[in-house]
Nanobody, 110 residues
Framework: VQLQASGGGSVQAGGSLRLSCEAP?????MGWYRQAPGKQRELVAL???????NYADSVRGRFSISRDNAKIAVDLLMNTLKVEDTAVYYC????????WGRGTQVTVSS
């Protein structure tokens, strides 16, 4: 089982980026984690099939997660990006098992 993630890239502080992730089958919970150099992987945002969301305090109000249950896809719209948002972002999907995507780099410059 593989998750197909896309998006990311480089942007200046204050800019926006969108990450997308598709799963090959239904997963109740989908979302994103990130890992900055020298730091542990941390939660960014999760969403379940009913639309309930969970955000890290550091991104709440700036990031928005949404999903398309027909496509089994999840998007993460990242606004007002900060330098400290720089990290590798990983898509995750959970339904009895946990599946991770490869990771996509997000770099925010000042």
């Amino acid at each position: 089982v593989q998750l197909q993630a896309s998006g990311g890239g480089s942007v200046q502080a204050g800019g926006s980026l969108r990450l997308s992730c598709e799963a090959p089958g239904f997963f109740n919970i989908m979302g994103w984690y990130r890992q900055a150099p020298g730091k542990q992987r941390e939660l960014v945002a999760l969403i379940n099939s009913g639309g309930a969301t969970n955000y890290a305090d550091s991104v709440r109000g700036r990031f928005s997660i949404s999903r398309d249950n027909a496509k089994i896809a999840v998007d993460l719209l990242m606004n007002t990006l900060k330098v400290e948002d720089t990290a590798v972002y990983y898509c995750v999907a959970r339904q009895q098992i946990e599946v991770w995507g490869r990771g996509t780099q997000v770099t925010v410059s000042s």
